[in-house]
């Protein structure tokens, strides 16, 4: 007999949280009509339970504790009116599979004998998530997106939400609902201060499904609106399959590596450069990030290290 496997599209929604794992990180919870919930790890709706019980999910801030918004920020925690406490959190997170699986049925859960075999195999699983919105009225094909934080600012005030860029290069602001963008127009609601970057000094900011915190200034500063507009530059054509100044600038760092010469170097340079900054920590693996298109940029006399 063969050793097969199959593969499975399970739909799903997302849900703002909170992973608490030393410090206190926004996250977008993946929430799955067979009631698996993603959380930096795979949970089924009992370890869900777990989870919040041993506080790795919280609904809730202590003030005076920081919250970490990835690409955004560090913000202090300077007061809030939360909408949750465990026990509810928990209902409201089965409010939503119940709203994808009215029935209830063919939930997920794992069974100890599964537990046991990845924990002896080192194997942690994700059930990370891949937005997607419907192509066309007819069929059901999707286009995949890729999302990113955002503050976004109305007549209500601040509100801490998703931008989501999908492969036919249009944009959603999960605040504003079912309405898509253009690039240029979401670069025109930055100009206007409709997406905003940063908060200054302190500000009330809505979270759906979490309440009203009071943020007060990042402590570890903020990108600039050039900044951030580069980054969702970047995300809109990663997610379309087009070529993307990070992968320019491996292209480009290769090819000095094959082929240096001065003139490669400043080809490497201008690519380098075009990487949005925040971003050029990824331009190699976890150790040593960017530090040899540094070393040849702005140290060429200095050997590599193979």
């Known amino acids: 007999m063969a050793w097969v496997y199959r593969q499975q599209m399970i739909e799903g929604e997302t849900a703002f949280g909170i992973i608490h794992n030393s410090s206190y990180f926004f996250?977008?919870?993946?929430?799955?009509?067979?009631?698996?919930?993603?959380?930096?790890?795979?949970?089924?709706?009992?370890?869900?339970?777990?989870?919040?019980?041993?506080?790795?999910?919280?609904?809730?801030?202590?003030?005076?504790?920081?919250?970490?918004?990835?690409?955004?920020?560090?913000?202090?925690?300077?007061?809030?009116?939360?909408?949750?406490?465990?026990?509810?959190?928990?209902?409201?997170?089965?409010?939503?599979?119940?709203?994808?699986?009215?029935?209830?049925?063919?939930?997920?859960?794992?069974?100890?004998?599964?537990?046991?075999?990845?924990?002896?195999?080192?194997?942690?699983?994700?059930?990370?998530?891949?937005?997607?919105?419907?192509?066309?009225?007819?069929?059901?094909?999707?286009?995949?997106?890729?999302?990113?934080?955002?503050f976004y600012k109305d007549e209500n005030g601040l509100e801490l939400t998703l931008l989501t860029a999908y492969e036919d290069k249009t944009l959603r602001i999960e605040a504003k609902g079912d309405i898509y963008y253009s690039l240029d127009e979401i670069f025109e609601m930055f100009d206007n201060n409709e997406l905003v970057v940063s908060i200054d000094d302190k500000q009330w900011v809505k979270i759906e499904g979490i309440g009203e915190v009071l943020f007060g200034a990042s402590e570890l500063g903020e990108n600039s609106l050039d900044e951030m507009k580069s980054i969702i530059r970047e995300m809109v054509l990663d997610v379309a399959g087009e070529e993307t100044a990070h992968d320019k600038c491996v292209r480009a760092y290769h090819e000095y590596l094959e082929?240096?010469?001065?003139?490669?170097?400043?080809?490497?340079?201008?690519?380098?450069?075009?990487?949005?900054?925040?971003?050029?920590?990824?331009?190699?693996?976890?150790?040593?990030?960017?530090?040899?298109?540094?070393?040849?940029?702005?140290y060429p006399d200095k050997k590599r290290e193979v």
């Open 27 to 150: 996250a977008e919870l993946a929430v799955y009509e067979d009631g698996v919930i993603n959380c930096w790890n795979k949970n089924d709706l009992n370890q869900f339970q777990n989870s919040l019980e041993r506080g790795w999910v919280v609904p809730q801030i202590p003030i005076g504790e920081s919250i970490s918004v990835f690409q955004l920020g560090d913000f202090p925690v300077l007061d809030a009116r939360w909408l949750h406490d465990k026990k509810s959190f928990y209902e409201y997170i089965v409010g939503i599979v119940r709203r994808l699986n009215p029935e209830m049925k063919n939930l997920y859960c794992e069974q100890p004998r599964v537990t046991q075999k990845w924990k002896d195999a080192r194997v942690s699983w994700s059930a990370y998530p891949t937005e997607c919105k419907m192509k066309d009225k007819f069929g059901y094909s999707l286009y995949d997106g890729k999302s990113h934080f955002i």
């Open 259 to 298: 082929y240096p010469s001065d003139f490669n170097r400043e080809v490497l340079r201008k690519a380098y450069e075009a990487v949005p900054e925040s971003e050029r920590m990824y331009l190699g693996d976890m150790d040593s990030k960017d530090s040899d298109y540094r070393r040849i940029l702005y």
